[in-house]
Nanobody, 121 residues
Framework: QVQLVESGGGLVQAGGSLRLSCVAS????????MAWHRQAPGMQRELVAR???????NYADSVKGRFTISRGSAKNTVVLQMNSLEPEDTGVYYC???????????????WGQGSQVTVSS
């Protein structure tokens, strides 16, 4: 099994910054990609940013220029640096990883428990 544990998040005023971290552990052969999704109240979960094993990065249009995703210095970690936060960024942020558990495994998706981010106006 694979576990994802998130940290960071919290309450911040508009224009402020927050940093989310996620570490994956368990039966991991290779991590194909890691990503952050978010879900606002009453809304569907949406992709915020993804970083692939080859360092390809994708961002949602709404966060380009404000958020930065990177692989952390520690093994199997991903970090989301969020700057110039807006009230519309409020939601539960979920870490996601596409993990292969052995060399024959094409990969499966795993999710963290979610971390609340609240941006006040």
């Amino acid at each position: 099994q694979v576990q994802l544990v998130e940290s960071g998040g919290g309450l911040v005023q508009a224009g402020g910054s927050l940093r989310l971290s996620c570490v994956a552990s368990g039966s991991i052969y290779v991590i194909n990609s890691m990503a952050w999704h978010r879900q606002a109240p009453g809304m569907q979960r949406e992709l915020v940013a993804r970083i692939s094993r080859d360092q390809t990065i994708n961002y949602a249009d709404s966060v380009k220029g404000r958020f930065t995703i990177s692989r952390g210095s520690a093994k199997n970690t991903v970090v989301l640096q969020m700057n110039s936060l807006e009230p519309e960024d409020t939601g539960v942020y979920y870490c996601n990883a596409d993990v292969s558990r052995n060399r024959f495994d094409p990969g499966s998706m795993y999710w963290g428990q979610g971390s609340q981010v609240t941006v006040s106006s």
